[in-house]
Antibody, heavy 124, light 109 residues
Framework: QVQLVQSGAEVKKPGASVKVSCKASGSTFTSTNYGISWVRQAPGQGLEWMGW????????NYAQKFQGRVTMTTDTSTSTAYMEVGSLRSDDTAVYFC???????????????WGQGTLVTVSS | QTVVTQEPSLTVSPGGTVTLTCASSTGAVTRGYYPNWIQQKPGQTPRPLIY???YKHSWTPARFSGSLLGGKAALTLSGVQPEDEAEYYCLLYYGGAPVFGGGTKLTVL
């Protein structure tokens, strides 16, 4: 069974950066078939896709809204994906989820297993 | 900016049938958008139910089915159970850039 375990809650000040981790187990992390997507959910709001990274080649695709402010990386030696968000604002307060995505062709077409979520609170 | 539209809320009686839909601002939804449906209950992690229009994950109950209907993606629940009360999100893939719908809050009453 695939498991994605995310790092714990964070509290950050406006302007700071946060880096959330997502450790995978139970599947071949570097398989050409998989990637990691990051999705966030602000309090009481819907789901918002932020971007994805294809693990075996490092290709990324960020939502236009987050380009320049988000960086997604992986460490294949530890089967861990990371997402860093810079220049945090109060409206970045949200639960951030990672999800394993299945890749067909050069892009993901579905997410199957999800992490438990990481609450990031941005407050002065 | 692409917008994916779902019904904000629906109500269904236990044992009944309900269909949720998902429309794209770019036009008709086709299989090429790989429609996904995801269930989320309050305080819980999102749980994928349907992918590629109509395929079920191994954990998806048989009463859930996906289809294309009138230019939209559709999720049908047949024989609704009280535990199906949740928020349901549609997800469409636009050339590798996924867009979520706003979600449908399904009430079982």
């Amino acid at each position: 069974q695939v498991q994605l375990v995310q790092s714990g809650a964070e509290v950050k000040k406006p302007g700071a950066s946060v880096k959330v981790s997502c450790k995978a187990s139970g599947s071949t992390f570097t398989s050409t078939n998989y990637g990691i997507s990051w999705v966030r959910q602000a309090p009481g709001q819907g789901l918002e896709w932020m971007g994805w990274i294809i693990v075996y080649n490092g290709n990324t695709n960020y939502a236009q809204k987050f380009q320049g402010r988000v960086t997604m990386t992986t460490d294949t030696s530890t089967s861990t994906a990371y997402m860093e968000v810079g220049s945090l604002r109060s409206d970045d307060t949200a639960v951030y989820f990672c999800a394993r995505v299945v890749v067909e062709g050069a892009a993901p077409v579905r997410a199957d297993f999800w992490g438990q979520g990481t609450l990031v609170t941005v407050s002065s | 900016q692409t917008v994916v539209t779902q019904e904000p809320s629906l109500t269904v009686s236990p044992g009944g049938t309900v269909t949720l839909t998902c429309a794209s601002s770019t036009g008709a939804v086709t299989r090429g958008y790989y429609p996904n449906w995801i269930q989320q209950k309050p305080g819980q992690t999102p749980r994928p139910l349907i992918y590629s229009t109509s395929y079920k994950h191994s954990w998806t109950p048989a009463r859930f089915s996906g289809s294309l209907l009138g230019g939209k993606a559709a999720l049908t629940l047949s024989g609704v159970q009280p535990e199906d009360e949740a928020e349901y999100y549609c997800l469409l893939y636009y050339g590798g850039a996924p867009v979520f719908g706003g979600g449908t809050k399904l009430t079982v009453l």
